[in-house]
């Protein structure tokens, strides 16, 4: 069946460095990809999305870009803050699953000041 | 416009009792589905629903949860007979509309169940 797999965490990293996670996923068809953000106590959110290769979603300075060849969606920011500190979902979703979301396990960030 | 609201946000249970989670979605969303964070663990789909109507629950277990999503009032989810592997996160997330290939869910912040 369908997958998502993620680096493990936890990722700990100064303020202003690179940050790269990791994401692959399986699947057969189309799907669209997501990136999902968890602050501690909270529910998800959405960061973004790409519906179809070579899109790229970007949103507050993250950025991802669909690679069917590789069939990757990994995620980057430039320079992390410390309010970035959450764990970072990666998902797939396909229209026969009736879009319900396939997560991957999650990553845990810490920013360090 | 309010977010998908669940409540309640913490529920503590002792093994056998009945466990009722409550989810309101987004307004104007007909589509709901449920997810389980376990502990350490990514979420799980478990059910989807549309008013009135169990689209996909593949991802539920066969016996002792059940969900609705009645015409009116909130979409819930019943755990009969809770064991202590019911703990975790049950999140609902609520979505516009179903045809098109960006499917945006909006997540409610969570019911946190932990059993006895």
């Known amino acids: 069946g369908d997958s998502v797999t993620q680096m493990e965490g936890p990722v700990t990293l100064s303020e202003e460095a690179f940050l790269t996670i990791n994401c692959t996923y399986t699947?057969?068809?189309?799907?669209?990809l997501f990136w999902y953000v968890q602050y501690p106590g909270e529910g998800l959110q959405l960061l973004l999305k790409?519906?179809?290769?070579?899109d790229k979603g970007s949103n507050k300075g993250f950025e991802a870009t669909y690679r069917k060849e590789t069939t990757s969606f990994h995620l980057e920011k430039g320079s992390v803050q410390v309010s970035d500190s959450a764990v970072y979902f990666c998902a797939l979703s396909k229209r026969d699953s009736g879009y319900a979301l396939n997560f991957g396990k999650g990553t845990s960030l810490l920013v360090t000041p | 416009n309010a977010g998908v609201m669940q409540n309640p946000r913490h529920l503590v249970r002792r093994r056998g009792q009945e466990a009722r989670l409550r989810c309101s979605p987004m307004k104007g969303h007909s589509h709901v589905y449920w997810y389980r964070q376990l502990p350490e663990e990514g979420l799980k789909f478990m059910v989807y629903l549309q008013k009135e109507n169990i689209i996909d629950e593949s991802g539920m277990p066969k016996e002792r949860f059940s969900a609705e999503f009645p015409k009116e009032g909130p979409s819930i989810l019943r755990i009969q007979q809770v064991v202590r592997g019911d703990s975790a996160a049950y999140f609902c997330?609520?979505?516009?509309?179903?045809?098109?290939?960006?499917?945006?869910?909006?997540f409610g912040p969570g019911t946190r169940l932990t059993v006895l």
């Open positions: 997330a609520s979505s516009l509309q179903r045809e098109s290939s960006y499917n945006e869910q909006f």
């Open positions: 699947a057969t068809g189309y799907p669209s």
């Open positions: 790409a519906t179809k290769a070579d």
